[in-house]
């Protein structure tokens, strides 16, 4: 399929100029076209589709995934290496089973979302999305928006997703492969893209959605939530940080050199770009794998992953965010004042900070990682107190036994997610964004009782 034949999507039409009254227009033929379709399909033909849609997404031999990947990073953000594993991880986890256990988590029963079902209390009880979703996707990661845009097919809700300018193409070409499969559900879904902020064409989406999903930064949620009229509901993902965790007896039992690579994936994924990604790496003194030795040896990982992974092109502002804090640590390893620094020669590809200063401290991303020393995870807790609220994942590096005992503490001082090191930027399908539930936050229950 030539990209010259994608037309279909308001986004589709490079140049065009949209309107309030055209953003209104298309919210109500999408309302129209969920009437017609979307709200009368059960669950397995949605499910099934949904399953046939990831299957072609890891094909190589898709003609949509080949445009995706031959496409300039400027659009997709990601160079074709980091970009095909990311969609792997991705769809791999779409499978029939798994969307199936999805709805069962939120629901108890699926049949709930086309019928009333038994409850134990001797009620009845049915769930109804919403019937239009406006979507805001963020700038710098278009996976989030692929579950997004499920999961409001799951609820057999229209939805508009409104893009950032320039970051539309990914989407495009995921909602093109709906439409392949399966038109009535792309006919249920409008993409477009915009720089935010219009006043007038997010006024129109806005007083047409009854629900509007949105990620991104606190302040642009902030204006979301004061430019939306009361009665509409708003799910907002804003800033996170996220961070690893190396048990001191974890090397005995899984292995130095894996632990080694499993900290470099969560580095490497989406060139560490989004709320799951690690920004520090706390690695626990007085076991056999010392944290100097612990940094140094994810410098050696990351300078070799960098030859079949690259990071690619990076914009010049984050480039030098890179460079300035690069200066500062080599500044304070030359007075040797508790700093070491590796990085890659002639290029900001990647960059490995060992700090004996605990206190949780954001990178400048792209594969720029902190390693410090912590004696024990009270210790950790203690430190990282001040971003308590902000934390949205921990990768733990221990036995499985250990693991659940280091999950209790985490999950009583709010962590929303604890997951194996190497598997931050993997989460299941069904995993609760910010300890929230995936569907359950867009539904309205009814329940009914009978005497």
Not at 31 to 46: A, C, F, M
Not at 62 to 70: G, M, N, P, S, V
Not at 249 to 274: K, P
Not at 341 to 368: A, H, I, M
Request: include cysteine; proline fraction near 6%.
């Amino acid at each position: 399929m030539p990209e010259a034949s994608l037309d279909y999507f308001l986004a589709d039409k490079a140049g065009a100029e949209l309107t309030g009254t055209l953003v209104t227009d298309a919210c109500q033929t999408l309302r129209h076209n969920r009437d017609d379709y979307l709200s009368q399909v059960g669950n397995e033909p949605i499910i099934a589709k949904l399953a046939e849609v990831a299957s072609l997404w890891r094909s190589p031999n898709y003609e949509l995934r080949k445009i995706a990947l031959a496409a300039d990073p400027e659009e997709t953000g990601f160079p074709l290496e980091v970009l095909a594993a990311g969609l792997d991880a991705c769809f791999a986890d779409w499978t029939q089973e798994n969307f199936f256990m999805l709805l069962a988590q939120e629901f108890g029963d699926p049949t709930r979302l086309h019928s009333f079902a038994s409850q134990s209390n001797r009620t009845f009880s049915m769930v109804n999305g919403p019937q239009l979703i406006a979507h805001i996707a963020p700038g710098n990661l278009s996976v989030p928006v692929f579950q997004s845009i499920a999961f409001g097919l799951l609820l057999r809700s229209a939805q508009f997703l409104k893009c950032a300018s320039g970051k539309s193409l990914l989407p495009r070409l995921f909602g093109h492969s709906l439409h392949s499969v399966e038109p009535g559900l792309a006919a249920s879904l409008e993409i477009a893209e915009w720089k935010g902020g219009n006043e007038s064409l997010e006024s129109a989406l806005f007083a047409e959605a009854d629900c509007v999903v949105a990620s991104g930064s606190d302040e642009s949620l902030i204006s979301i939530r004061q430019r939306l009229p009361l009665a509409k509901r708003l799910v907002g993902y804003g800033h996170r940080v996220s961070f690893g965790y190396v048990e001191k007896l974890a090397n005995e039992v899984m292995g130095t050199e894996a632990i080694i690579a499993r900290a470099a994936d969560d580095v490497i994924a989406w060139n560490q770009h989004g709320c799951l990604s690690p920004h520090v790496i706390y690695v626990e003194q007085f076991g056999s794998l010392k944290p100097e030795r612990f940094a140094e040896m994810l410098a050696e990982e990351l300078e070799a992953r960098n030859e079949a992974m690259p990071r690619g092109p990076i914009s010049t502002q984050e480039a030098a965010s890179i460079s300035t804090a690069r200066r500062f640590y080599k500044i304070r390893s030359a007075n040797n004042v508790g700093a070491l620094l590796w990085e890659s020669e002639e290029s900001t590809d990647w960059t490995v900070v060992y700090e004996d200063e605990t206190q949780f401290q954001s990178s400048p991303l792209n594969r720029f990682i902190f390693v410090k020393p912590i004696k024990h995870l009270e210790e950790a807790l203690h430190v990282l107190e001040p971003i308590r609220e902000s934390v949205s994942t921990v990768g733990l590096a221990a036995s499985e036994a250990r693991m659940r005992e280091l999950a209790v503490p985490l999950a009583r001082w709010g962590v929303p997610r604890i997951c194996p090191l190497g598997q931050m930027q993997r989460p299941p399908l069904a995993w609760r964004h910010d300890g929230r539930p995936p569907l359950g936050e867009l539904i309205r229950w009814t329940d009914l009782e009978i005497g």
